[in-house]
C-alpha cells in the first residue's frame, strides 16, 4: 500500500535535503531544488522488511509532526505486517506516551497500551539485536531518532537511549514543538548533555519556554550559567517577562553565582528588578568577580537605602567576597552613589571576623573605608573594643591590624585600657608598642590611678613587656602597691636595672617581702641575688623555716655563702626542729640540723664550712650527741670511728671546724 510520510529527500532524485537557515527553507545539494520546510513529499511503495522497517518510519516521523491520525494508520499497518517486530513495538510505545503527553484527559489508557508494548522489549529483548540495529539503522532523520530516544529515556530504556543518542544530531532537529517534548523529557531524565545541545539549536527551539525550563529545572551548575547566557543574548526574555525573572529568584534554591547572571541579565533589559532582590542573591556565596564587578557597575548611578547599602557593605566584609579588588569596586560603588555616609563599626568587625581576605588586603580596605566614609567615636571606640579584646590571630597579624585603627583614634575607653592591659596576652612583645599607642591618647590621667598595681596583680606578660609597661605607667605617675609589688618580686626574675627602676619609684616595702620572696624562689629554684640584696635594704623578719630551706635546699652556693650570714640577722629568734633523720656511711643517725646538714649536705665544702659557722656562731652545736643505729655516740667518736671511710674534703672540713681538737 501506498502511504505519505516526509522524508526530507529530494522526489526528483531523492538526495537528502539539507535546511538553508537563513531562508528558511529546504534545497537539495544534488539538483538544486527547493522545499518549503513542511511541505509533503511524494508516495513511496512499500513491501518486504524494507516495507515494514519504513512503515514504523513514516509513524514516527508522523509522531515527530504531530500527525497523530496519520500515524495511527500507519501503526495499523505496522501490526498487519508484522504485530511481533522490534520496530512495530517500538512504533506502538512511542505513539502512545506521545498521544498520552497531546491527551491528557486519556492519559491514563495510553500508558496502559504503551507498556503492553515495553513489557514485550523487556521480556523478550535485554540486548539491542542486530535486527533492532537494522532498525535504527533506517530511522535517518533526527526528528525520528529523537522521537525514539524521548521515549526510550520517558519509560527508563537507558540502554536503548544511550544506543540511539549515538545517532542523534540536535542541532539538525528543525521541529520546535519536538524539541520542547525533547527538552522535558532529557530535563526529567537529567539528561543535562542532551538539554545543552537542545539549548543550543537556537534557531529551532522555542527560546522563552526553554529559558524558563532550564532557569526552572536546570541543576545549579556553570553550564547552566552559560545556557541562560546564551538564551538571553538570543532574545529569550523581553522586559515584559519580569515577573518570571522575580518568580525564579523567590521560587529556585541556586547559587548567588547563577542568580546573579539571571538578574545582570535582566537589569541589562532594564527589567524592573528590586535593587533589594540582587544585593540578597549577592549576600548567598561566593560570585565570580567578572560577575559581580558588572552587577556594582550596574547598581553605581542607583540610589540604595541604608539598608540595602549595609547589605552590599557587608557582603564585600564577609566571607563569601574572597577577592579585595571586587571588595574595593563595592566599596567603590557605594561612595559613587552616595548611599552612605557614616560606616557603622560593626562592618569593619566583620571583615576581620569573617573575611577571607588577607591582612594587607583587609589594611587596604579599612583604610579605603576611612578615606571615603566617616566612622563616629563610639563606632572608633567599638573597634578598638573588639581589636584588642576578641579579635582572634597570631601576634603579628594583630600588631599589623592594631596599630593603624589606634592611630586614626583620639581616645579609647577605660574599660578597654584595662582589659587589654590585665588580660591574656595576645600580642607578645608588640603589646609593648600597642600599650604605648594606647597611652598616647586622650585618656584622663585619674584613670591611671591603681592600674599598674591592677596590671601587675594580673597580667601574663613576659617580664620584658611588664618592665616596659611600668616605664610607661610610671611616666603617668602609677604606683605600685604591696601586693603588686609582692607579685612583681615573687613572679619575675628582675634585673639589677628593673629593679633599681622599681625600688626609685618611691615605694613602701613590707617587712615580709623578703620571706615572701624566698619561699616561693626557693621552691621553684629562681632565687635572684640581685633581689635578695635589694630587699636586704629594708626592715625584714626572716622565719626559721626559711632559714632551714635556704640551707638545706639552695643549690647556688654563691648565693648561700653571700646571704645566709645577713638572713640570719634578720631572724628574731633562730629555731630549729629538735632532731632530724638521714643516713650516712650506712647508718641510720637521728642528729640536729647543723648536723643533719653536715651529713646530708652536696654544697662545695667552702660552703659547707660557712653554713656551719654561721650556725655554730648561734650556738647551734656540732659537737652534740647523736644516734647512731638507735645508739647514742658523740659527733666526734663518730667522726674519728669512720675516718678512713670519709673523703678528703669532709676530713679537711672537720679540721677546718675543729673537730679533731681536744675541746671540741
Known amino acids: 500500500m501506498a502511504i505519505k510520510l516526509s522524508t526530507h529527500r529530494c522526489v526528483d532524485c531523492f538526495g537528502k535535503l539539507e535546511f538553508n537557515k537563513i531562508q528558511k527553507v529546504f534545497e537539495c545539494p544534488y539538483c538544486g531544488r527547493v522545499y518549503e520546510k513542511d511541505m509533503q513529499f511524494e508516495k513511496i511503495q512499500i513491501d518486504g522488511l524494507a516495507g515494514i522497517n519504513d512503515t514504523a518510519r513514516a509513524v514516527l516521523l508522523d509522531i515527530a509532526n504531530q500527525n497523530f491520525d496519520s500515524a495511527c494508520k500507519n501503526l495499523d499497518e505496522c501490526e498487519k505486517l508484522n504485530h511481533n517486530y522490534i520496530g512495530t513495538w517500538i512504533a506502538n510505545i512511542c505513539y502512545y506516551l506521545f498521544m498520552a503527553s497531546a491527551n491528557k484527559s486519556d492519559a491514563k489508557v495510553y500508558v496502559a497500551k504503551s507498556k503492553y508494548y515495553l513489557d514485550q522489549i523487556k521480556e523478550e529483548r535485554s540486548n539491542v539485536e542486530e535486527d533492532e540495529k537494522n532498525f535504527y539503522d533506517v530511522l535517518t532523520q533526527p526528528e525520528i531518532y529523537a522521537v525514539v530516544y524521548a521515549t526510550f529515556l520517558n519509560v527508563g530504556l537507558l540502554e536503548r537511549a544511550s544506543y540511539i543518542a549515538n545517532f542523534l544530531e540536535f542541532d539538525k532537529i528543525l521541529n520546535s514543538n519536538l524539541n520542547k517534548i525533547l527538552l522535558n523529557i532529557c530535563l526529567k531524565a537529567n539528561a543535562f548533555s542532551e538539554v545543552d545541545q537542545i539549548v543550543s539549536n537556537i534557531d529551532f527551539i522555542d527560546k522563552r519556554y526553554t529559558l524558563y525550563e532550564v532557569l526552572k529545572h536546570y541543576p545549579d551548575t556553570e553550564q547552566k550559567i552559560s545556557n541562560i547566557k546564551h538564551l538571553f543574548e538570543a532574545n529569550a526574555f523581553t522586559y515584559k517577562d519580569t515577573s518570571l525573572v522575580k518568580k525564579y529568584i523567590e521560587e529556585t534554591n541556586d547559587s548567588s553565582i547563577t542568580k546573579l547572571e539571571v538578574m545582570v541579565q535582566a537589569f541589562q533589559l532594564k527589567m524592573d528588578i528590586d535593587i533589594s532582590e540582587i544585593i540578597d542573591n549577592i549576600l548567598d556565596e561566593k560570585c565570580d568577580d567578572k560577575l559581580v564587578e558588572r552587577t556594582f557597575s550596574a547598581i553605581k548611578n542607583v540610589k540604595l537605602s541604608e539598608t540595602d547599602a549595609y547589605k552590599l557593605l557587608d557582603y564585600c566584609m564577609s566571607d563569601q567576597c574572597t577577592s579585595c579588588k571586587v571588595a574595593k569596586a563595592g566599596i567603590d560603588t557605594l561612595k559613587a552613589n552616595g548611599s552612605i555616609y557614616e560606616i557603622r563599626a560593626q562592618s569593619i568587625i566583620n571583615l576581620f571576623n569573617y573575611s577571607k581576605l588577607n591582612i594587607e588586603e583587609k589594611n587596604e580596605l579599612v583604610s579605603q573605608i576611612f578615606q571615603n566614609f566617616r566612622v563616629s567615636q563610639k563606632g ?55 600599650s604605648k599607642l594606647i597611652f598616647s591618647l586622650k585618656i584622663n590621667e585619674v584613670y591611671f590611678k591603681g592600674l599598674l598595681s591592677n596590671y601587675l596583680l594580673n597580667t601574663t606578660d613576659s617580664i620584658h613587656v611588664v618592665f616596659e609597661i611600668i616605664k ?63 630587699l636586704l635594704n629594708y626592715k625584714t623578719n626572716i622565719s626559721n623555716k626559711t632559714i632551714s630551706d635556704f640551707i638545706l635546699k ?52 667552702s660552703t659547707r664550712f660557712i653554713i656551719c659557722k654561721e650556725l655554730m656562731n648561734y650556738k647551734i652545736k656540732l659537737s652534740d650527741d647523736i644516734l647512731v643505729d638507735k645508739k647514742k655516740k658523740s659527733f666526734k667518736k663518730y667522726i674519728l670511728e669512720n675516718k678512713s671511710n670519709l673523703s678528703t674534703e669532709v676530713v679537711d672540713l672537720c679540721d677546718s671546724l675543729g673537730v679533731f681538737k681536744m675541746f671540741f
Do not use: W
Request: with cysteine.
Open 380 to 434: 572608633m571606640d567599638l573597634l578598638s573594643n573588639f581589636l584588642l579584646l576578641a579579635y582572634e590571630d597570631d601576634e603579628e597579624n594583630r600588631y599589623k591590624v592594631i596599630c593603624p585603627i589606634l592611630e586614626k583614634s583620639t581616645s579609647i575607653t577605660l574599660n578597654t585600657m584595662t582589659d587589654y592591659l590585665i588580660g591574656k596576652n595576645k600580642d607578645g612583645n608588640f603589646k609593648i608598642d600597642i
Open 472 to 534: 610607661e605607667l610610671a611616666a603617668k605617675k602609677c604606683d605600685i602597691n604591696q601586693e603588686a609589688l609582692k607579685v612583681l618580686i615573687v613572679k619575675y626574675d628582675l634585673s639589677s636595672d628593673m629593679l633599681t627602676f622599681v625600688f626609685n619609684m618611691n615605694i613602701q616595702v613590707s617587712n615580709d617581702l623578703l620571706e615572701i620572696y624566698l619561699k616561693k624562689a626557693i621552691s621553684n629554684g629562681t632565687l635572684n641575688a640581685n633581689v635578695i640584696a635589694k
Open 554 to 605: 639552695v643549690k647556688d652556693n654563691q648565693i648561700k655563702t653571700n646571704f645566709i650570714g645577713k638572713l640570719i640577722q634578720n631572724c628574731s629568734d633562730l629555731r630549729f626542729a629538735s632532731s632530724y633523720t638521714c643516713s650516712y656511711l650506712g647508718h641510720s643517725i637521728v642528729c640536729n640540723f647543723i648536723q643533719n646538714y653536715f651529713f646530708t649536705s652536696v654544697d662545695e665544702p
